[in-house]
């Protein structure tokens, strides 16, 4: 298995070897759209987001009461003749798995898929203490065959190709098998492992659930090897973390209305599997099963106790917070997560395997929340990866370039002098479309895939004085949070949002004490400065003035929103009410309608912030917009992030020029002259990546698009 | 839902987690059909060492039955008798007990569901008895027998009957199947048959 890279730059030589790996990028990139479809399909079947909710609800619950749980369990799964053993650490579960082979003269074992398993790297040991030990999941297998971790929780083989699969066999058999043929391929694992089966000493498998109420555990697999685990040999020992209790079945039926559908697309796994009680048993003492089940704590206990992090009880191991990320999209499963892999790998890989492992992973995050918005449990994992970052800095201390930035940002009068600087020693740089011609190599080597804009000659905030207007009975009153972005490089974009606004009969103020939202700082875990900028922008901008407080930037938008809250608690609540992003405003608030647009022929298609489609849940507005000003034409994977991602792009710029090189493809692919979208941040990245690209494409803001097709 | 319907949504989901459905009035009118699926298969591999008779080596290059071995035990006197005659007019063997001893695999399985679920197209099978649950996963066709009536709507629906049936003994092993073994592990292309059986049908039954 790989080790854990110790620094980003060893860290990002690990990625580059996976960007490079061609057969793996393509892999990744046809099964993030395909799980898209299937998934949508059956889980449009059923009340999805009922079932999310109650899996987040009986999860929650049972991490506060886990300790009743378990006894409950020991009881009922005791009374039932089942053996119940409690592992403290993943050596202790392991050890435990020793002893009770040793008791019963164990010398081969077979093994049915185990995350847990997998966590506490049982086989490692196994072997060590020379049992012959046999993966009989089929991903499983050809992965032990190559001594190879995981690079999927659900699909553990997926960045093989049948190539590699096929040279593998044939090294086990010695025959020669056509890669082309995949049934055949999987026929192999068919033929060579029945007998392992038939005559093994143990079986060893996962659980899916844990049900206290009678001592049940639940198995949900497909090719059949669970159930021959679990039935052939005399002696099964199941190993489950403490996170799998539930109380009743209907809470663990309620975890299978959701799990396949996340995780594979499938309504459920061809088999489901419920154990209760040492059964019949041919050839076990008195006919029974020699049963066992063993749970691991790992840290659980305290995991559950924590007021954020106890959310992580919710997972149910399903793997969809890999498929839908951009990044795992790009890297694959063993670049992302120690041994859990996606978005909550890269929690787990800090719980479960210490951080040293998990401080460099945790900052391979882009913030796009896609995770969040698919996960089983409903977890918040954004933030807690963000959490992770925040620990992990607390014990290794935070990068001087942070602290820096932080003591710049914290201090607007400070910040805006900055950036004056900059604008004035970029000067020789700028070319006069907007972009900086020459990047210094000392600062920008790695990040030559998009072309970065200058700052503009004159910030909006400059502007304003001249910009100033005052309508006699404005139909509402507004204040405009500008975002620095806006302020700085894009100023035209807030002039043409005035132009709409003024047009419409809307009185706009600026008000000029406000500051950078503070979401930079939040992303780079320096908390106390996030929380003096919310503060301080909570009384520059006076809500009760205003009828609403409208930003054009998504990002910022559902920082005031949603970042705020966790920040500042329910005192930002009146400030939180009326701030919105400019598509819902228009569409929702002032109910705009295209009376007083003309309709272009002017082909214009969309791309969804992230921070607008899932930090706020704004969808149908944008498209609404486009179509009263021009022909709206839909774009793939429209709300799959474009790579830019703040920060994120500057440390990671090799993973963001990919996402975006699939960006400007479906763009390009839409036939559009046009893009439109709602966040300045996506504009830099996807304008770079347009014009790096050559494409005729012209990138602009919404506003803008409304602003050129006023009615006179 | 009517349950007409729910009938017709479990076959629509049970045929896209590719079952075979077929529909008969009673057990004893579905022989013909399961003596037919005999015909048509490809003979057994022996996929571990047993004392018998052996055919040519199949496609996987392993050895097969020459005689075809069908199971179906604990299942009800009547019907057993008439099908183990059918079986043996066939030259087929047919057994009811002992499946350890063909742990290389046998031709075709047979066992009754408790219930379907519709949402799913699953059945669920009281699997405990270990004679059962080796007939459904060694077999190359399994063949499961459904009521109608017993269909139920969606997973969560079955959680009493799920419960009650947990409960009524000390100790059970109770399985939902939904459709032959499958897998998607190399390169993601669904492929069917792994480990458990190749085959699976379903045979719905009035009342």
Known sequence: MEEAAKTLKEYQEHIDEALNDKFLRKTLDKFAVEYRVSRDNVFKEVPGADCVQKIADTKDWCSKHLEELYEQFKTEAEKRGVIVHRAKTAKEANEIVVKIANENAVKSVVKAKSMTAEETMLNVKLIQEKFEVVETDLGEWIIQLRDEGPSHMVMPAIHLSRYQVADDFTKVTGDAYNPEDIPQLVKVARVQLRKKFNHADLGISGANFCIAENGTFGIATNEGNGRMVTTIPKTHIAIAGLDKLVPKLEDALNVLTVLPRNATGQRLTANVTWINGAGECEIGKDGKKNLHIIFLDNGRTEIAKDPLFSQIFRCVRCGACANVCPVYRMVGGHKMGHIYIGAIGLILTYFFHGRDKAAILSQNCIGCEACKDICSGGIDLPELIREVRTRCHDEFGTPVKEVLAGKILKDRKRFHTFLKFVRFSQKPMADNEGFIRHLPDILFSRHKFKSLPALAPKAFREMWTDLKYTLESPTMRVALFSGCVQDFVYPEQLEAFIKVMKHHNVQVDFPEEQNCCGLPMFMMNQNDVAKEIAEDNLKAMSAANYDAIITLCASCASHLKHGYHTILGDAANAFIEKTTDFSSFMVDKLGVTSELLNKSGEKVTFHSPCHQCRGLGVVEQPHALIDMAAEYVPCAEEQVCCGFGGSYSSKFPEISSQILANKVRNIKETGASRLVTDCPGCIIQIRGGVHKAGLNVKVSHIAELLAENLKP | ?207
């Open chain 2, 1 to 207: 839902m009517t349950d007409s319907e729910i009938v017709e949504l479990y076959k629509n989901k049970a045929e896209a987690v590719a079952c075979k459905i077929v529909e008969y009035k009673t057990i004893e009118e579905a022989i013909p059909y399961i003596i037919k699926v005999v015909e048509e298969k490809a003979p057994c591999e022996l996929l571990d060492d047993e004392d018998v008779e052996k055919g040519p080596l199949s496609p996987n290059g392993v050895p097969t039955r020459i005689q075809p071995v069908l199971a179906a035990p604990h299942c009800d006197e009547a019907f057993y008798k008439k099908f183990s005659e059918a079986c043996e007019a066939k030259g087929y063997k047919c057994i009811s007990k002992g499946l350890r001893n063909y742990l290389a695999g046998i031709d075709v399985g047979i066992a009754s569901a408790v219930l379907g679920i519709a949402e799913t197209g699953s059945c669920m099978v009281d699997t405990s008895k270990e004679d059962i649950r080796l007939s459904t996963m060694i077999c190359e066709v399994s063949i499961l027998v459904l009521k109608k009536s017993t269909i139920k709507p969606t997973l969560i629906s079955v959680a009493e009957d799920l419960r009650s049936h947990i409960g009524a003994s000390s100790a059970s092993y109770t399985t939902f199947i939904s459709g032959p073994s499958r897998t998607a592990d190399i390169e993601r292309v669904g492929a069917i048959g792994v480990h458990g059986s190749l085959e699976m049908h379903i045979i719905l039954l009035e009342g």
